[in-house]
């Protein structure tokens, strides 16, 4: 029986590309799905470094939304947001990489699982793929990764740095 797809928003994929961490994602999930709105909201910005890493990570699977016209239905979300929540409505999904509030009450309303990229690195903490967290949260920070001090603060007590 195959995997159920974890579904990545632009924010996460970002966070992770700054830190040389996209084969997290790998590691802790086999498969990413985004939806092409993520990959142009990715693809942005440095493009030429961002396309490299896209395509040296192939377990990153561009996925077209079944039904565009179903994302309609989020409108106080951005264009990326609002796909990577359509798309996972569409399908079975084990949950939604997803760090903006906004998206993530959404989620919630419509019974979606999620956590951000802080979940992320948690998990790999947890199962010995990173060694410390506070290092990536301040990269993370440094590169103008919004983090709130109280998510910082969760952060380094779970992981037990604090």
């Given amino acids: ?4 797809p974890v579904i990545s928003n632009n924010s996460p994929l970002v966070a992770l590309w700054h830190l040389d961490l996209l084969p997290l994602l790998r590691d802790l999930y086999t498969e990413i799905w985004i939806p092409r709105e993520v990959e142009k909201e990715f693809l942005g910005i440095e493009k ?3 396309q490299e890493a896209l395509n040296n990570a192939p377990w990153i699977k561009v996925v077209d939304l079944t039904n565009p016209g179903s994302a309609s239905v989020y409108d106080r979300l951005d264009p990326g947001e609002v796909a990577v929540l ?12 997803i760090d903006e509030k906004k998206a993530r009450q959404e989620a ?3 019974g979606l699982s999620f956590k951000g990229v802080v979940g992320v690195l ?34 380094l007590r779970e992981a037990g740095e604090m």
């Avoid at 029986?1 to 159920?4: D, E, L």
């Avoid at 359509?86 to 990489?97: G, K, N, Y």
């Avoid at 506070?134 to 983090?147: C, D, G, Q």
């Fill in 48 to 50: 030429e470094s961002r």
């Fill in 1 to 4: 029986m195959p995997t159920k």
């Fill in 108 to 110: 919630r309303k419509i």
């Fill in 122 to 155: 948690l998990e790999a903490k947890e199962n010995g793929l990173i060694d410390e967290i506070k290092p990536l949260l301040i990269a993370l920070k440094e590169n103008r990764i919004r983090l709130s001090s109280s998510l910082i603060s969760y952060a």
């Fill in 86 to 97: 359509a798309l996972a409505s569409e399908h079975d999904t084990r949950f939604v990489i």
